[in-house]
């Protein structure tokens, strides 16, 4: 059983979750799994994914992981309370194999009873893969490009660059995943210089004492399309429905839904003042990072009291040379995800699980990096970016 807790999963899913329960529980979503690289033969291995999923579908929370979730100072008492009677639904998921050797996951149900399969079926469907595909994982490897990870972040100049890991939904497998989080927390952890800040994973952060870390993803900002009360102000109505939540709480706003461009119009001298920062996942992080800092001067802010997160594919060596350009400019933080957890000489699968739907209608992200976009309507899509004012692809 490749999934034992319900914990096993990024941070910013229970904090959307609460959202979800407070502001928007009856609300409707379906999500769509696509793999990114070509001619991967995911098919073949249906059958073990939906043995692992169902698995997945008998957990529930234990009493020590709701007591960890209600031990954070932004979980509210009776979110913890309504997952003390969760469990995930195997009716809300399919998982059909495809004469095109590939596979099609397709999740639907309410969003408060579907928003915790992405991370663990992405987890599940990496591992079975790599099992069957790699059954001698060359972890001496793995180690050695670890190891090399750690002396490059323990370079001259670098004592105050912190990562954490993003790691969760392509890891190699989860006793890998274990191993490079033990390893980077002794290492780089508190009393070793402190430049291990945390990770996304709550289950690894409740076991071994770390921070974990996680505010929004894409699909809050996207769902918002279809909740808000006019599609244009879908990004500002989700960042107000945030604030409502969290009263200045986990305050980094994700930028790329729709663009840096629609973004900056959106993120008015208000958002600027109330959120901490904000996270860059798609398009030249150094263009980004300069034109958010911009933004912030220009609204009056000063940049120095705000955090760029930055998360888009990192690699050590991209994380230092961006730590080179913003290092006391602004605060900052890196998130490392697959080239963590799962760098070991073979190459990883690029998988995801996107929102396509919610109440029926379509959903989409129009993100820095076109490739990353993820919708099966065009016509919504060409009417997305006519409302936000964006270029074609």
């Not at 009873?113 to 990496?126: D, G, Q, R």
């Not at 890998?176 to 927390?185: P, S």
């Not at 911009?294 to 050590?316: A, C, M, W």
Request: proline share 4%.
């Amino acid at each position: 059983m490749i999934i034992t807790s319900l914990l096993d999963t990024d941070l910013y899913k229970f904090t959307m979750m609460q959202v979800v329960l407070h502001q928007f529980p009856g609300a409707q979503v379906e999500y769509r799994f696509r793999c990114r690289n070509p001619g991967v033969n995911l098919a073949a291995y249906a059958s073990e994914i939906r043995d692992e999923v169902r698995s997945l579908c008998s957990l529930r929370f234990q009493d020590a992981e709701l007591a960890y979730l209600r031990s954070m100072r932004f979980i509210k008492s009776d979110f913890v309370d309504f997952l003390g009677l969760f469990r995930l639904n195997e009716k809300y998921i399919t998982i059909t194999a495809l004469p095109s050797n590939e596979i099609d996951i397709s999740i639907r149900g309410p969003w408060l009873h579907t928003i915790l399969f992405e991370i663990p079926v992405l987890a599940i469907v990496n591992e079975v893969f790599f099992r069957n595909t790699q059954p001698v994982p060359d972890f001496p490897e793995g180690r050695r490009r670890l190891d090399l990870k750690i002396s490059q972040l323990q370079g001259e100049g670098l004592s105050q660059l912190k990562i954490a890991d993003y790691g969760t939904r392509r890891r190699f497998s989860k006793a890998w995943h274990e191993e490079v989080l033990r390893v980077l927390n002794s290492r780089l952890g508190r009393g070793h210089g402190e430049q291990f800040a945390g990770t996304s994973n709550v289950l690894a952060a409740m076991r071994l004492g770390i921070t974990p870390l996680g505010t929004m993803a894409h699909e809050y900002l996207q769902a918002c399309q279809a909740l808000g009360p006019r599609l244009r102000d879908s990004q500002v109505f989700g960042f107000e429905s945030w604030a409502k939540e969290y009263r200045g709480d986990l305050g980094i706003a994700l930028s790329d839904v729709y663009g840096i461009n629609a973004f900056l119009r959106d993120f008015d001298m208000f958002f600027c003042k109330l959120f901490d920062g904000a996270r860059h996942d798609s398009g030249d992080p150094f263009a980004w990072g300069e034109r958010l800092l911009e933004h912030y001067r220009q609204n009056r802010v000063d940049p120095r009291t705000k955090t760029l997160i930055f998360s888009d594919g990192l690699t050590i060596p991209r994380t230092i040379e961006l730590y080179q350009q913003f290092r006391g400019r602004c605060l900052l933080a890196f998130g490392v995800g697959t080239n963590l957890t799962n760098d070991l000489g073979c190459e990883p699968l690029q998988i995801v699980i996107k929102m396509v739907r919610c109440n029926g209608q379509p959903v989409a992200k129009l993100s820095d990096t076109p490739a990353k976009n993820m919708c099966d309507d065009e016509k919504y899509l060409a009417y997305l970016r006519q409302v936000f004012e964006i270029e074609g692809p």
